[in-house]
């Protein structure tokens, strides 16, 4: 499997190279710390992924990954910026490495794109790159109050108490708590099945909240934590049964 490294830090570019150079079968056909340059690179020379930094001057990573030939290389972004992982995964992201990124995650997001690669030609990508092939686990429920999601490669406990609402991403849903945000692969089936039914209501395709959190309601839209979400026609009068049964408690 062949690779390119785009990264504008001296040290995250050797660091790179050196963990390319211990896995066996990875073989390393540039690094660039000028995005431009690694762009025309990759343009002449096609190879199988792209460790691609998103801080670059001139040209971000992300620019740059829309800019790639069709289909494209695999791409892991590479960042010590938490907030770019929901950008990266609507690219279809192989997959997402914080700063500083120890070797095991490294070789855990190599082996990803091999079995991408692996995968049949009828799943290859028409964009950057497929969404992981592993179907989402099941949430595990931790106890009568909490939920087990995964969430990168752990499984990270989340207390129904804490959750503020959900919001779909494609594949992918980002649970909003009063302590922070957890992405995670997964369906809203699934985690319907485990979250109590008389605590949290689904009002949208892509929304679901904590009935206890919700400040406002006003022309189809509810406010969570000073966000408006909309209800969606779908699940309007399930939702106002929903609120009149709460209000009863």
Known sequence: MTCAILDDEPLALDLLADYCAQVPGLE???????????????????????????????????QLAQLLPQPGPRIIFTTAYDQYAVRSYDLNASDYLLK????????????????QLAAPVSAAPSGLAPAPAAAPEQPQPASSDAMFVKNEHRLQRV?????LYIEGMKEYLMIYTTTGKVLTLQSFRRVEEVLPPDRFARIHKSFLVALSRIEHLERGKVQVAGRLLPIGDTYRESFAGLIKAYNQL
């Open 159 to 163: 207390a129904f108490n804490d959750i």
């Open 100 to 115: 500083p990124i120890a070797f095991e995650r490294f070789l855990q997001a190599v082996q990803k794109v091999r079995q």
């Open 28 to 62: 390393l056909k540039g690094q660039f710390d000028d995005a431009l340059a690694g762009l025309a690179f990759l343009q002449d020379n096609p190879v199988d992924l792209v460790f691609l930094d998103i801080h670059m001057p001139r040209l971000t990573g992300l």
